[in-house]
Every structure is written in C-alpha cells, then in structure tokens.
C-alpha cells in the first residue's frame, strides 16, 4: 500500500534524504516510511540524473544510517546546509 502524501510532506522528506546528517532512521520516525520506500519516493520524484546522483551519495553513507554514525554526531542538519524548497537547492546568492 502506497503512502499518501502532501506535497509539503513530500518536500520534506527529500529535504531530509538529501541532508547528509539525516538519517533514513528520522525520515521513519518521521513520517513512517521505510529506508525503501524513501529511494522509490526520490526516483519518483526527481530527475533520473539528479537521482542517480543522489544514490551515489548515499550509499554505505555511515551518517545516513544510524547505526553506522559516529555516536558523537547527533545533530541531523549542518548548521552550515542551505534550506532546500520544492525538490530545488536554493542557489546562491
């Protein structure tokens, strides 16, 4: 069964699996989707090369699993991260 989600939710969510300090553990706890079903959102939602970049980041990414992280590290955003709005990185000023 297919989720449904808002479009705000579903910013929000890629927000969070494009945040290097997010980890797939928060988007679950969050909005009750699996590691999963967040990458079937992202390959739906974006563009295939911008997906493809995304999955190369993430993969055996210790900060995007928890139980992987550094115990040290329990901040989920960089405090140094740009906000992220419509599935769009804002561009710099």
């Known amino acids: 069964m297919e989720k449904e989600f808002t479009e705000r939710e579903l910013d929000r969510i890629i927000e969070m699996a494009w945040e290097d300090r997010t980890p797939f553990e928060a ?3 969050q909005f009750g989707v699996t590691e999963q079903e967040v990458i079937e959102i992202m390959r739906r939602e974006m563009k ?27 901040r989920f955003k960089s405090s140094r991260q740009k906000q992220i709005s419509h599935n769009k990185i804002s561009k710099r000023k």
Do not use: N
């Not at 295939?48 to 329990?74: I, N, Y």
């Open 48 to 74: 295939p090369s911008s997906f493809r970049m995304w999955r190369e980041r993430v993969q055996g990414r210790a900060t995007k699993h928890a139980k992987l992280r550094d115990p040290e590290m329990d």
């Open 27 to 29: 988007i679950t706890f």
